[in-house]
Structures are given as C-alpha cells and as structure tokens.
C-alpha cells in the first residue's frame, strides 16, 4: 500500500512538472507579441510565477533521493515558496492598475529575501549540519536535544501559510476594488470583469491554508500530508490551465504605459478630404522631408517625423517594427524609442497603432469601401489581426477619456 502510495504521488509530480513545462512554452511563445510594456510585464511576471509553481516539485525529488544537498538548497526552498504570494499580488496590482499608475514596489521583493536570511542564520547556528540532514531522513521528525530547532528548521510550510495571510487578503482587496469600479456602467474596461482570476485566488487560499494545516498539526501525521500533497496538487494544476487559458485568450484590460503629458498624433482638419492625404506624385516628393542623407542622418524632429509618415505610410506594413523603422530612419531603437516616448508620451506600437486607427477612420469614408467587411479595413489599415485592433481601440479610447479628465 506504501508503494501504491509512493507511486501515486510520484505521477502527481510528473503530470503537475509537464503541465507547468507546457505552459511555460505557450506563455513564452506569445512574449513576443504584446503590444505594450504594460502587457509584456505582467505576462513575465505570470511566467515567473508558474515557474515559482514548478520548482517545489524538483525540491520534492531532491528531498527524497538526496537530504544533504536539500539542506544546502533549502534556503532557495523557502524563498521560492515565500515569494510565490508576492508574484500572485504583482500579478493582479499589474492586471488591475491598467491607466499606467503607481509602479509596484521593490519592498515587497525585499522582505521574503530578508526572511529567508534570517531563517538561514537561525538554522546554521543551531542546528548543526548533520542533525539537519537526519532531520530531513527521518521525514522532519524532531531531532534529541533541538526540539525547538527542528521545529523552526521545518517551518516552511507556515513561513507559506504566514505570506499568505498577507498577500492573498491584498490580491483579493485589489481585485474587489477594481470589479467595483469596472461594474459601473459605461466603464470602458466592463466586459473584463476577471472572474478567472478570482478561482485563481480561491485556489491559492485553499493551497495556503493545506500548509498551514500540516504546520499546525504536525508533519508527523501522514494523512494530513497526503491531503495537503493532493489538494496542492490539484490546485496546482487548475492554476496553471486558468492562467494559461485566459493569457493566450488576452481575457484580461489592455495596459497602458506610465506617460507624460498627452500629445495626439497630428493629422490634416480636412482628413476626410482624399485629396488632401492623397497628393498628386509631384506634390508628394516636393514636401516630403527625408529625415536621413547619404552622408549623415538627420536630428529627428517631430516634424520631420510626421511628414515621413504621411509619405510613406510605413505603419500600413503589419510586420513594421522598432528596429527596422529605426534602420529606415538612419538612427538606432534606443534613440528612436526615447524621442517618441518624450514627444508624444507614448510607446512606439500605441503610436503607430494611432496611425492606423486614423487610417482606417479615412478609409471608412470613401463609398468604396463602405460596404467592405471590417476585417479588410483592418488589414488594410496595418493591423495585423482583429485583436490587435480591438486592443489598439481600447488603449485609444482610454487615453482620450485620461485627456478628458
């Protein structure tokens, strides 16, 4: 029966281990295409956690096949699991705070790191090496003479149980606050109520509370230990799908990057005039202003800018990129991409993506395309896909309502 035991619990690791592989490999292939800082930031911060997820697992095996090297790696045990309710709590303050506000503080980092010293100062000078070792052999009984200090050295669980009083209560506070304010009607962020990540929450809670279980009534008790073994197991898992799922699905309020003051993307008054945004080639090439020469590139101006956009329409190309418009321009990212964010307050993909709203707003106005299905206007505005459109209009919209305000 101890071997059925043994094996099932040895499955339970090796399905959770794939699952968390698997979705790491989803999560990373989709890095690459978010839009904003905002979105990019949040979805590392779901792969940190998810890999926070994982590693426990490896520290099983090693707790079973080698006790010596655990007790060497075991103050990273304690901070991988001490640090997981903090990365949960980024991962909601990120998803919740979408107009680009307060950043999320260091501090929160700091304190686990703290803690984790503490623990492995306590622990070093108390309980010799080898007592450690015997104490993890004997499947954290307490060792003669060191009651008190076996008992701190396996307290891992409750350091778990202790963070999680604190985080999930500040997770679940974040989250109500901003279902609130999405629940009034008008809100543009309405239909992104997240109800996702408040199963994600519940589980967390219910992952808490099975460690808290086994610290309060003893490592001792087997049952107790195969409860908290499988309902961590099974709340693992379900984590890892819902996150997974809603990420890929975009289910969750488009971010907006911290900004200073707004300055919309200047077109002509009379932009529903076709001849005005489509000169006569002769016209065209006497006011285009290159912003490079064959000997040297030119100081980016706005203007300049601006004027080599109308001409060329580069945001019409869906696979434009920073670096190959900053190539084009005779400059490098990092010039380019600061110029943009200090003239317009903006990242470069909200800025372009602007551009091809007006663009599409222009083409919506010729009879010709009047009866064109949207996903054509789409494309033919530079949009990749319908998403990134509908993603596109949403950042839009909030910015002219900050603006408003």
């Known amino acids: 029966m101890e071997l059925n035991n043994s094996m099932i619990t040895e ?6 281990v794939l699952t968390a592989l698997c979705c790491i490999v989803y999560l990373l292939l989709v890095l690459h295409s978010c839009e904003t800082s905002g979105d990019r930031s949040v979805l590392k911060t779901v792969i940190a956690y998810i890999t926070v997820l994982f590693l426990p697992f490896f520290f099983g095996v090693v707790y079973r096949l080698n006790p010596a090297f655990y007790v060497c790696i075991a103050p990273l045990v304690l901070f991988v699991l001490v640090i997981s309710p903090v990365l949960l709590y980024k991962i909601v303050y990120g998803l919740t705070n979408t107009k680009g506000g307060k950043r999320f503080s260091r501090l929160h980092f700091v304190v686990p790191v703290v803690i984790t010293v503490i623990w492995t100062v306590i622990t070093t000078l108390s309980v010799p090496f080898d007592v450690r070792v015997d104490i993890i052999r004997n499947f954290a009984q307490p060792a003669p003479g ?16 202790g963070f999680g009083l604190i985080y ?3 997770s679940c506070a974040g989250l109500l606050v901003y279902r609130k304010a999405t629940s009034m009607e008008g809100h543009p962020n309405s239909r992104y109520r997240m109800r996702w990540m408040s199963a994600v929450l519940a589980l967390s809670i219910l992952f808490a509370l099975s460690g808290g279980l086994v610290s309060v009534t003893g490592n001792r008790h087997i049952y107790f230990n195969q409860l908290k073994t499988g309902t961590q197991g099974v709340a693992n898992i379900t984590i890892l799908f819902i996150f997974t799922l809603n990420i890929l699905r975009k289910n969750y ?3 907006q990057t911290r900004r200073n003051a707004l300055v919309p993307v200047s077109v002509p008054e009379d932009a529903h005039d076709s001849a005005a ?3 006569k080639p002769e016209k ?15 100081k980016l101006t706005k203007g300049n800018l601006e004027s080599y956009f109308r001409s060329e329409k580069p945001w019409l190309d869906p696979g434009l990129t920073l670096v190959g418009l900053a190539e084009k321009l005779g400059t490098n990212r990092v010039i380019l991409s600061g110029f943009i964010n200090r003239t317009y307050g903006i990242n470069f993909n909200t800025w372009v993506n602007e551009w091809r709203l007006q663009e599409l707003e ?4 010729y009879k010709k395309y009047s009866k064109r299905p949207l996903t054509e206007l789409i494309a033919r505005a530079g949009f990749g896909s319908y ?8 950042v839009y919209k909030g910015k002219e309502e900050d603006d408003e305000q």
Do not use: C, N
């Open 11 to 16: 499955i339970g690791w090796v399905v959770q």
């Open 146 to 161: 060191y009651e008190w200090q076996s008992a701190y050295f396996t307290s891992l669980s409750l350091h778990i149980f």
């Open 168 to 170: 999930l209560p500040l």
């Open 253 to 255: 309020p488009p971010r």
């Open 277 to 279: 945004l489509e000169m």
């Open 284 to 298: 065209k090439e006497a006011r285009r202003k290159p912003l490079t020469t064959e000997k040297r590139p030119v």
């Open 362 to 365: 222009r083409l919506r106005k």
């Open 387 to 394: 998403d990134s459109y509908r993603r596109a209009k949403e």
